[in-house]
C-alpha cells in the first residue's frame, strides 16, 4: 500500500491567515493527488485534483501543489467557512489510499 | 447532476454480515464515467476506501479488508452494493458511497451523504 502522511495533524488558525498542509507518500505517486475538505456530519467535498487543479466551484484562494511524493494545500486568506478537516488521497495505485486529516481550528 | 443515496440497516451483530445499497440517481451507473466506490470513516476517525467496482464487474479492494468484501453492481436498478462479512465493533462507521471518476487523474466525487452503522448485540 501507498501511506500518505499527513502535517499537521491539527492547526489553529485566524481568518486572514495563510494556511498550508502537507502530505507525504511513501512512494512516488506522479501528481495523483486529490485534497477534500470536510466539515462535521458531513461528506468530503472534493477541493483539488490532480494535484494542482481547482474543482469547478471551489474558491480561488485555496491551491495545490507538487509532484512525486510532497504534496501543499494552501489557504491563502482563511475564511469562517474553511475551518474543517481537510484530507489528502493518492489515486496513483488501485489500491487508494487517504492521508490522517489535518483539521484546521479557529485561533 | 450524478447523486448517491446509501441505504440499509443502521445496526448489525457482531460476527454478522453488513449489506449496504447505494443508489444511483441523475445518471446511468452503467455510463462508464465512474467507479463505483465505498469509503467508511469511524467516530472521530479518519477516511478508509474499502473498495470500487466498474459496470464491467472489475472490483479493487483494500487490502486489509479483501478477505471480508464484497461489492457488486445492479445496473438494472442503478445501484451497487457492499457485503462485509463476520463484522466487529472495529467495522461501526459511517459508509459513505462515492463515484469515483475514471478519467485520467481519478477523484472522488460526488460523495452520499453517508449512513451510520453500529456493530452492537
Known amino acids: 500500500d501507498i501511506q500518505m502522511t499527513q502535517s499537521p495533524s491539527s492547526l489553529s488558525a485566524s481568518v486572514g491567515d495563510r494556511v498550508t498542509i502537507t502530505c507525504r507518500a511513501s512512494q512516488s505517486i506522479s501528481s495523483y493527488l486529490n485534497w477534500y475538505q470536510q466539515k462535521p456530519g458531513k461528506a468530503p467535498k472534493l477541493l483539488i485534483y490532480a494535484a494542482s487543479s481547482l474543482q469547478s466551484g471551489v474558491p480561488s484562494r485555496f491551491s495545490g501543489s507538487g509532484s512525486g511524493t510532497d504534496f501543499t494545500l494552501t489557504i491563502s486568506s482563511l475564511q469562517p467557512e474553511d475551518f474543517a478537516t481537510f484530507y489528502c488521497?493518492?489515486?496513483?495505485?488501485?489500491?487508494?489510499?487517504f492521508g490522517g486529516g489535518t483539521k484546521v481550528e479557529i485561533k | 447532476q450524478v447523486q448517491l443515496q446509501e441505504s440499509g440497516p443502521g445496526l448489525v451483530k457482531p460476527s454478522q454480515t453488513l449489506s449496504l445499497t447505494c443508489t444511483v440517481s441523475?445518471?446511468?451507473?452503467?455510463?462508464?464515467?465512474?467507479?463505483w466506490s465505498w469509503i467508511r470513516q469511524p467516530a472521530g476517525k479518519g477516511l478508509e476506501w474499502i473498495g470500487r467496482i466498474y459496470t464491467s464487474g472489475s472490483t479493487n479492494y483494500n487490502p486489509s479488508l479483501k478477505s471480508r468484501v464484497t461489492i457488486s453492481v445492479d445496473t438494472s436498478k442503478n445501484q451497487f452494493s457492499l457485503k462485509l462479512r463476520s463484522v466487529t465493533a472495529a467495522d461501526t462507521a459511517v459508509y459513505y458511497c462515492?463515484?469515483?471518476?475514471?478519467?485520467?487523474?481519478?477523484?472522488?466525487?460526488?460523495w452520499g451523504q453517508g449512513t451510520l452503522v453500529t456493530v452492537s448485540s
Open positions: 488521497q493518492q489515486s496513483y495505485s488501485s489500491a487508494l489510499t
Open positions: 462515492a463515484g469515483d471518476s475514471s478519467g485520467y487523474y481519478p477523484f472522488f466525487d460526488p
Open positions: 441523475g445518471g446511468s451507473i452503467s455510463s462508464g464515467s465512474y467507479y
